[in-house]
Structure formats: structure tokens, C-alpha cells
């Protein structure tokens, strides 16, 4: 039996629209809106027409539910300007990462939650009192992808296929998520990473805001979680210039342009030294780049973890991805390029057993 919503599901992860499927895998359009509703069901060799067309195994669609991802609870940037079908692509990647966890969830114990519910104060007072529950005091913000991990958010990569989607965080029941784009500047990674924290302390699914506002929120959040107002105040002198700015943003390891950003709301930069400095700071590269900036990318140390305890157990790669019915390339997609290898001899087997505890280090 062919399961309907998986369909659609593999489509829109693809960002095809029906009449373009149809084209693609020689199926009328007619019969896929019916196999999609489930009016009608596809004979076995239009599955595999199907599959070859969405780059999926033929097994994917004979799977049980998806518990896809809440659309409503993401609130994207820039939406306006992204096309509908990257967003709903991005989100259907999000489920298939978020079945990937329930995979790993069954075999591993991974950290509970511990994302605070602040209903809505100011961003500075939610970034503050997450720093104090977390105790990181006024220090630099350590590896941003640990730090939520550690705490209970199941972070994963988004497909370069979607170079226009910066990040998204959601919660899918009691659970977190945070998706991030690896095409960009690791400092830009760092600050999509708390722009996300933001939005689920502060936008949680009982607490629904979207839109420029929640944006701004978001942004003003991460600038002062990574930036901590005495911090800055204590490292970076007033009316400082470009280069003391470059200098002043390794401490942080954030970019230039949200030093100065977060300088200017601080009051260390006037509004005319604000205007002019960003104007230097992208003359020399700074507004799209991060020249001489950080090279070693923030990755996943749980699903690190996770496949080296699954390649001492014996399980390949590829079992897993067949168990979940997707190639190894889509998952591999999910896992912020960590090279996942598989075992060299003996047969592939599954996981089976007590769960193992995961040690993570912030």
C-alpha cells in the first residue's frame, strides 16, 4: 500500500509542482492528484517511474505517516521574497531530518529540553536570563551548535539545494529543532544559530509571532547573546574604527557587521560613525563575506557521536537510510558534510538493544 502524504511529501521536498512530476515521470496529471489525495492508488510500475522521477527509493512510499513539521510554527526570513516552493521544500527536508531523529531517538538517550519559555520579554532580558540558566555568565558564546545540542535541540543541516534559506528553528511537540544553512560564513552560522534560540525561547508554539517583527526580535536576541552588553562595553572603546572593529569581533567570533550593529546599539558608535563604518566594512567585503574569518565550521557533535556508536555496533549508513526509506546522499545532507563512512566487512545489521547515553560537552 501506497501511503499518499508520502508522495506529496517527496515532491515538495524536490520543489515540483504537480503538473511538472506529471512531465517528469510520464504520469498524467489527473492520476497524481488522485494518488496524492488517495482517491486511486499507483500500480507497481508507476511507483517506480515515481521514485526515479523523486530521486527516492521505492520503498519510501509504502512507509508509515510523516509526521511532517508544523508549517505554522516557522517563521521564515524574508518570506515575501523566497518562493513558496523553497519554503515548502526546506520544510519537507526539515521532516526528514525530524524522522532521521526519531530513528536515533529510539536507539540513543539524547538530552532533554531545556529551552526556557519566557513568553515575551525584550530580547535582551530573554538572551540574559538564557545565559544565566545556562551559566555561561558574560564569556564568549562557545560552539553555538554544542551549546543547543546540550540543551536539548536536534540540530541539523539544510540542503544546499536552498542557498535562500538562512535558517528556521521549529518545535514539533515538546522537542526542538534548529536547521542550518552551511553555505554561509561560520560567524554568520553562529549568529543564525542564537537568531533561531531566539525564536524558540521567545515564539514558541503557544506564542505565535511571525512576520518583520519576530524577525527583529530574533536578530536584536542573537546580538545580545553573543554580544553581551558588558562584555562589549568592557572590550571595545567608543567611536572605535574599522580595524579595531575587525579586531574586537574574534572575541565573539561573530562577524564585523553585528560588532558594529550591536556597538551602535549600545551607543558606542553615533549614527553617523554607525552609517560610515558599515560603509567601509562592505567596500572591503565584509556586508556578504567574512575575509580572514573563522575556517572551521560549527557542526553536530550528537550526530557525530551517533554514526561513530552505529560503526562500532556495525551498521552502515546505508542501513539506516534504508530504514527510512531515503538514499544516503539525502541523508547525508542532513549531517553538516560530516563524512559518514561505512564498515569495511562483515554483514549490515540494526541497532537493536538498551539505548546508549550520549556525552556532550558545551
Same mark, same amino acid.
Given at each position: 500500500?501506497?501511503?499518499?502524504?508520502?508522495?506529496?511529501?517527496?515532491?515538495?521536498?524536490?520543489?515540483?509542482?504537480?503538473?511538472?512530476?506529471?512531465?517528469?515521470?510520464?504520469? &498524467?496529471?489527473?492520476?497524481?492528484?488522485?494518488?496524492?489525495?488517495?482517491?486511486?492508488?499507483?500500480?507497481?510500475?508507476?511507483?517506480?517511474?515515481?521514485?526515479?522521477?523523486?530521486?527516492?527509493?521505492?520503498?519510501?512510499?509504502?512507509?508509515?505517516?510523516?509526521d511532517e513539521l508544523p508549517a505554522?510554527?516557522?517563521?521564515?526570513?524574508?518570506?515575501?521574497?523566497?518562493?513558496?516552493?523553497?519554503?515548502?521544500?526546506?520544510?519537507?527536508?526539515?521532516?526528514?531530518?525530524?524522522?532521521?531523529?526519531?530513528?536515533?531517538?529510539?536507539?540513543?538517550?539524547?538530552?532533554?529540553?531545556?529551552?526556557?519559555?519566557?513568553?515575551?520579554?525584550?530580547?535582551?532580558?530573554?538572551?540574559?536570563?538564557?545565559?544565566?540558566?545556562?551559566?555561561?555568565?558574560?564569556?564568549?558564546?562557545?560552539?553555538?551548535?554544542?551549546?543547543?545540542?546540550?540543551?536539548?535541540?536536534?540540530?541539523?543541516?539544510?540542503?544546499?539545494?536552498?542557498?535562500?534559506?538562512?535558517?528556521?528553528?521549529?518545535?514539533?511537540?515538546?522537542?526542538?529543532?534548529?536547521?542550518?544553512?552551511?553555505?554561509?560564513?561560520?560567524?554568520?552560522?553562529?549568529?543564525?544559530?542564537?537568531?533561531?534560540?531566539?525564536?524558540?525561547?521567545?515564539?514558541?508554539?503557544?506564542?505565535?509571532?511571525?512576520?518583520?517583527?519576530a524577525e527583529r526580535q530574533a536578530?536584536?536576541?542573537?546580538?545580545?547573546?553573543?554580544?553581551?552588553?558588558?562584555?562589549?562595553?568592557?572590550?571595545?572603546?567608543?567611536?572605535?574604527?574599522?580595524?579595531?572593529?575587525?579586531?574586537?569581533?574574534?572575541?565573539?567570533?561573530?562577524?564585523?557587521?553585528?560588532?558594529?550593529?550591536?556597538?551602535?546599539?549600545?551607543?558606542?558608535?553615533?549614527?553617523?560613525?554607525?552609517?560610515?563604518?558599515?560603509?567601509?566594512?562592505?567596500?572591503?567585503?565584509?556586508?556578504?563575506?567574512?575575509?580572514?574569518?573563522?575556517?572551521?565550521?560549527?557542526? &553536530?557533535? #550528537?550526530?557525530?557521536? #551517533?554514526?561513530?556508536?552505529?560503526?562500532?555496533?556495525?551498521?552502515?549508513?546505508?542501513?539506516?537510510?534504508?530504514?527510512?526509506?531515503?538514499?544516503?546522499?539525502?541523508?547525508?545532507?542532513?549531517?553538516?558534510?560530516?563524512?559518514?563512512?561505512?564498515?569495511?566487512?562483515?554483514?549490515?545489521?540494526?541497532?537493536?538493544?538498551?539505548k546508549r547515553a550520549l556525552s556532550?560537552?558545551?
Amino acid at each position: 500500500m501506497v501511503t499518499p502524504s508520502r508522495i506529496t511529501l517527496a515532491r515538495k521536498r524536490r520543489g515540483l509542482t504537480l503538473a511538472e512530476l506529471s512531465q517528469r515521470a510520464d504520469v &498524467s496529471l489527473q492520476s497524481l492528484s488522485n494518488y496524492e489525495t488517495g482517491r486511486t492508488a499507483p500500480r507497481h510500475a508507476t511507483i517506480g517511474r515515481l521514485a526515479t522521477a523523486l530521486d527516492f527509493p521505492a520503498t519510501f512510499f509504502d512507509g508509515p505517516e510523516i509526521d511532517e513539521l508544523p508549517a505554522e510554527g516557522i517563521s521564515w526570513r524574508a518570506r515575501t521574497k523566497t518562493p513558496a516552493r523553497t519554503l515548502d521544500a526546506a520544510r519537507a527536508a526539515g521532516s526528514l531530518a525530524a524522522q532521521l531523529y526519531e530513528w536515533i531517538d529510539q536507539r540513543f538517550r539524547l538530552p532533554d529540553s531545556d529551552i526556557p519559555s519566557l513568553g515575551k520579554p525584550d530580547p535582551e532580558t530573554a538572551a540574559e536570563m538564557v545565559r544565566t540558566r545556562w551559566d555561561l555568565g558574560s564569556a564568549p558564546a562557545p560552539n553555538m551548535v554544542h551549546l543547543l545540542e546540550a540543551h536539548g535541540v536536534r540540530v541539523f543541516s539544510l540542503a544546499p539545494d536552498y542557498a535562500e534559506v538562512d535558517a528556521f528553528a521549529v518545535w514539533r511537540g515538546t522537542v526542538p529543532f534548529v536547521f542550518l544553512n552551511t553555505m554561509k560564513s561560520v560567524e554568520r552560522g553562529r549568529f543564525d544559530a542564537s537568531h533561531e534560540l531566539g525564536h524558540l525561547v521567545m515564539h514558541g508554539s503557544d506564542r505565535q509571532c511571525t512576520g518583520p517583527e519576530a524577525e527583529r526580535q530574533a536578530n536584536d536576541f542573537a546580538s545580545a547573546f553573543l554580544m553581551p552588553a558588558s562584555s562589549v562595553l568592557g572590550h571595545m572603546p567608543a567611536g572605535a574604527h574599522v580595524d579595531q572593529i575587525i579586531k574586537g569581533k574574534r572575541i565573539w567570533r561573530v562577524s564585523a557587521m553585528a560588532l558594529t550593529y550591536r556597538m551602535h546599539d549600545l551607543s558606542l558608535l553615533t549614527d553617523w560613525q554607525y552609517r560610515s563604518t558599515c560603509a567601509e566594512l562592505s567596500k572591503r567585503g565584509y556586508r556578504t563575506d567574512e575575509p580572514q574569518g573563522m575556517k572551521k565550521r560549527e557542526t &553536530s557533535q #550528537v550526530l557525530t557521536k #551517533v554514526f561513530q556508536g552505529l560503526r562500532s555496533a556495525g551498521v552502515r549508513p546505508s542501513t539506516v537510510a534504508a530504514e527510512l526509506g531515503i538514499t544516503v546522499d539525502e541523508m547525508n545532507k542532513m549531517l553538516f558534510g560530516l563524512t559518514i563512512t561505512s564498515v569495511d566487512g562483515g554483514g549490515e545489521r540494526t541497532s537493536e538493544g538498551p539505548k546508549r547515553a550520549l556525552s556532550l560537552v558545551t
